[in-house]
Nanobody, 125 residues
Framework: QVQLVESGGGLVQAGGSLRLSCAAS????????MGWFRQAPGKEREFVEA????????YYADSVKGRFTISRDNAKNTVYLQMNSLKLEDTAVYYC??????????????????WGQGTQVTVSS
């Protein structure tokens, strides 16, 4: 199994920045892709960004392109989400997830077997 622990959420004004972290432990050697998803009140969980553990391939949703950046530190088994130019509509619970399926679609919830507890990001005006 894999355990994911998130940190970095909080309250920020519109236009500000936050960096989320997700530390992985346990059976991490089989991890292929790590991703970030978010869920706003009354909304379905949606894909934000993902990154392959090896190589330099990233994926992102159009809604965050140019504002959010996903990165990783293999030595620390940690993935990050740098969020800049935050908007009110970015308010959501953000989740990190790990996928062990090399051929699964990066944006599909079903591709990810392990999830963090979620961290609240609130953007105020």
């Amino acid at each position: 199994q894999v355990q994911l622990v998130e940190s970095g959420g909080g309250l920020v004004q519109a236009g500000g920045s936050l960096r989320l972290s997700c530390a992985a432990s346990g059976r991490t050697s089989s991890t292929v892709v790590m991703g970030w998803f978010r869920q706003a009140p009354g909304k379905e969980r949606e894909f934000v960004e993902a990154i392959r553990w090896s190589g330099d391939i990233t994926y992102y949703a159009d809604s965050v392109k140019g504002r959010f950046t996903i990165s990783r530190d293999n030595a620390k088994n940690t993935v990050y989400l740098q969020m800049n130019s935050l908007k009110l509509e970015d308010t959501a619970v953000y989740y990190c997830a790990a996928s062990m399926r090399p051929w699964a679609k990066y944006s599909d919830l079903g591709a990810y077997a392990y999830w963090g507890q979620g961290t609240q990001v609130t953007v105020s005006s």
